[in-house]
Each structure stands twice: as structure tokens, then as C-alpha cells.
């Protein structure tokens, strides 16, 4: 198992910035990929970006190209994403997932992100 834990969520004007952090602990060893996903009222959860545990292989969204970046510091078992010129439609519940060997998906409990126009 792999427990995740995610902070950084809040409320921002358009045009700020956010910082999510997601903490991994448990079977850390057994993931290969880990990403941030969001899903906003009413629609499906889409990912936002993936960053992979070889090569450090990122993949973000059109939507997000160029204004957030995924990063992760293998010392403290953490990703983050770091999100600039945040857009009211960047309003979502944001969640951390690890895809573990087998590909066994597992979630984080999820950070909302509110962006005011």
C-alpha cells in the first residue's frame, strides 16, 4: 500500500499561483509513475500532469502546458505542482495518484483549488 497526502490547495485570484505538494509514504518503491489529476463539479477527473519515477518523464495537459510544472524530490518522497496564471476554469478538486508496478492506481483524498475571477 502507498498513502498519499496532499496540501497547497486554497483560494486565489486569476493570474496567482498555488504550490500543491503531495507526500508519498508506505511501498514507495513499487510506484513508477505519479501525477495530479482534477476534477471540477459536474465533470470528469482529467489528469493535469505526470512526472515518471525513471528519467523523470513529464506529460501535462494542453490546458495547462507552459503555466504549471511538475516536479519531485525523491529524498522526501514528494511531488509537486507548481501552478502560475491560474485561470478560474483551473477550479477543481486537484488529487495526487501514484501508479504502483501492476498498474494499481491509489489516490490521495483530494485539495480543492478555487480561482476567482
Known amino acids: 500500500q502507498v498513502q498519499l497526502v496532499e496540501s497547497g490547495g486554497g483560494l486565489v485570484q486569476a493570474g496567482g499561483s498555488l504550490r500543491l505538494s503531495c507526500a508519498a509514504s508506505g511501498n514507495i518503491f513499487s510506484i513508477t509513475v505519479m501525477g495530479w489529476y482534477r476534477q471540477a463539479p459536474g465533470k470528469q477527473r482529467e489528469l493535469v500532469a505526470s512526472?515518471?519515477?525513471?528519467?523523470?518523464?513529464?506529460n501535462y495537459a494542453d490546458s495547462v502546458k507552459g503555466r504549471f510544472t511538475i516536479s519531485r524530490d525523491n529524498a522526501k518522497n514528494t511531488v509537486y505542482l507548481q501552478m502560475n496564471s491560474l485561470k478560474p476554469e483551473d477550479t477543481a478538486v486537484y488529487y495526487c495518484n501514484a501508479l504502483r508496478l501492476g498498474s494499481i492506481q491509489q489516490w490521495g483524498q483530494g485539495t480543492q483549488v478555487t480561482v476567482s475571477s
Open positions: 512526472i515518471s519515477n525513471i528519467g523523470r518523464v513529464t
